[in-house]
């Protein structure tokens, strides 16, 4: 009797999957569940699936040049809450920045963030990538007068700048322009007259040499209606570090905190985060012109809201 004879199945060859072939709602959302340099590196396949990608208008939560104290320099993307580094400190760098840039559809990079000392020549060599820059982050150990005055002439267009190490004394730049957060993480000796011509949305002031007095000033100061047309007064100034106390209401006249007015919470939104605030054992100050600020007054910090 013959053995029984088994099937012999052939397996068939692996058909591989076209990605260009996808429709191009599903190629998007392929693009969006897929890692940053996934992407990238399919944009180098050809120049079709580089115009593929690029016409998806990936968005991005931020893109950032820092150059670092090493002197390496470093291009972050944040996709999807995610961060995605291109290190490289060769020949390949800038080619590569130029190439993440164009698939985003931006002209520059959205934060320029430097943690050492820079000069004239760092900003020109990447200025094709950080002309249009709307964050500038100072990380440095140290920031000399020159080059404070160096970055905001040369940064017209910077919405919101983030300064880690010490002021130079006494100094004065920030008074001609106008920002929508100003973060002052160092020690600094910035005077009262001005401190009052600040014009941002935002002030933020880890550490300061302020005495109740001075800012009983600036809270009179405001009481006033404004004399300056145009002039941007602060929404929100955080000081932290100081020693408050109630006389810094001295011959001011106050409410207390009413909810109709505001609710419990002031929330601050940044970049980095979102702040909620208290304002339920603050003050209100009610302007001639209906404007209305809450103060909070705390034994190591001064809020203005």
């Not at 009179?220 to 004399?227: A, S």
């Amino acid at each position: 009797m013959e053995p029984e004879k088994k099937d012999i199945l052939e397996k068939k060859p692996e058909e591989k999957f076209n990605l260009m072939s996808l429709p191009f709602v599903a190629f998007r959302k392929v693009m969006y569940q897929a890692e940053f340099f996934t992407i990238l590196n399919l944009c180098l396949v050809s120049k079709r699936s580089h115009a593929q990608v690029r016409s998806c208008a990936l968005q991005v939560t931020d893109v950032e040049l820092n150059l670092k104290k090493s002197f390496s320099n470093e291009l972050n993307v944040m996709f999807k809450g995610e961060k995605y580094s291109n290190p490289h400190n060769d020949m390949r760098f800038k080619p590569i920045c130029s190439r993440i840039l164009g698939i985003l559809h931006k002209k520059s990079v959205d934060t320029f963030r430097f943690d050492r000392s820079i000069t004239l020549e760092d900003i020109n060599e990447y200025w094709d990538m950080i002309e249009e820059a709307k964050n500038i982050y100072i990380a440095s150990d140290m920031l000399t007068r020159p080059e404070m005055d160096m970055v905001l002439e040369k940064f017209q267009k910077v919405n919101s700048l983030f300064v880690d190490p010490a002021l130079p004394l006494f100094y004065q730049g920030f008074t001609n322009r106008k920002f929508e957060i100003l973060y002052l993480e160092g020690p600094n000796a910035i005077t009262l007259p001005d401190f009052m011509k600040i014009e941002t949305d935002i002030l933020l002031m880890q550490i300061s040499r302020f005495q109740n007095w001075e800012l009983n000033i600036f809270l009179k100061k405001w009481m006033e209606l404004p004399k300056t047309p145009g002039k941007l007064d602060p929404r929100v100034i955080r000081i932290f570090n100081m020693s408050g106390d109630i006389s810094m209401l001295q011959d001011i006249k106050t409410y207390p905190w009413d909810p109709r007015h505001r609710s419990e919470y002031y929330v601050i939104y940044l970049d980095n985060g979102v702040m909620a605030i208290d304002c339920s054992k603050g003050f209100d100050l009610v302007r001639g012109d209906g404007r209305i600020a809450t103060v909070l007054i705390k034994e190591t910090s001064f809020d203005f809201l």
